[in-house]
């Protein structure tokens, strides 16, 4: 894979550690939009966030955050990958969304609006029945187009993440998710979802979970005949990769991850099995030659490796009205380039 297309993983939930981050490097990840916040009140999420701190200290050869599509870029041109901090659910701001600010301020640039189950903003995509965007939902959301916060509908139920398209001034983004019609399962969107974010200007970021793909046995061929459709359904400006990697996480972690702690007695679950062809961020440029391998153009697939991504981080990160004027100004250079 050429070095000089940019790499950018959507989404990505692992346990960092050294090892983690080393495999970044060895796939050639430029960019990658880390989870640091899911259940977490407002104290947690600010912990977290400073974990993220002490670890660009730590890491400071390897990654470094990125608040900007400048910010990308200039990672790029270091050989260090930048790091987008994201939260998959509003579950930080409590009931308050003037922490979005703060939130803000201390570098989130992605949140979720709902993870596995409804919360005060809308509805999740197992709630058996979603009651759309609330009042809250809809002050959130316009909190967030102020801020410059993509807003994310990767977990959200498709009613509400309709009405969360209709309601935000910026395009939104599904991090990590697939087609309904590849893999029949809630988490995944169906075409008037996918269609509606393609109209507003959005990017749906294809995952490689297993659950979400079919299971381990998917090939890499049936992987990329699903993003080919994808792009003809859409266009090529609306599909990226967002592979939800999940790395370095115990069993017992990921039934705190599916249900925070909302069950006294949650069923036991184990990791899914993952395709022999993704394992780690290392694997990246594998799954990038298979999309060329299975017949997609060169320029369209810049725009699913990186470009896609850095169009959307240029045009809602910069919305901020605290950004300075060199930011805004390195964001509309970035951006004029990417199109």
Known sequence: MSRDRLLIDGCEINNWDAETIEELRRGGVDAVQATCAVWEDARGAIGRLLDWRDRFERHADAVVPAHSAADVEAAHRDGRTAVV????????????????????????RVIQLTYNSQNAVGGSC??????????FGHTVVS?????????????????????AIDASSA??????????????????????????????????????YPTFIGGSDVRLEDFAGMVTRLVDQLGADHVAIGTDLARNWTDADLVALRHGRQLRNPPPASWP???????????LPRVIDGLAAGGIDDGTIDKIAGG???????????RNAHATDVERDDAADLGTAAR
Not at 126 to 135: C, I, K, W
């Open 308 to 318: 896609n991504w850095m169009r959307l981080y240029d045009d809602v990160f910069s």
């Open 273 to 283: 099995q993952w395709p022999a062809w993704f394992r780690s961020a290392a694997d």
């Open 85 to 108: 901090l994201g939260f998959q659910n509003t579950a930080p701001i409590e009931d308050d969304p003037r922490l979005l600010e703060v939130f803000w301020t201390l570098g989130t």
């Open 171 to 208: 395009p939104i983004a599904i991090t990590h998710a697939n087609p309904r019609w590849f893999c029949d399962h809630p988490r995944n969107k169906p075409d008037d979802v996918l269609a509606a974010l393609a109209r507003r200007g959005g990017v749906v970021g294809v995952t490689l």
């Open 126 to 135: 197992f709630e058996p029945r979603d009651a759309g965007l609330s009042r």
């Open 143 to 163: 909190e967030m187009n102020r801020l410059g916060l993509l807003i994310d509908c990767s977990h959200v139920g498709d009613r509400t993440t309709r009405e």
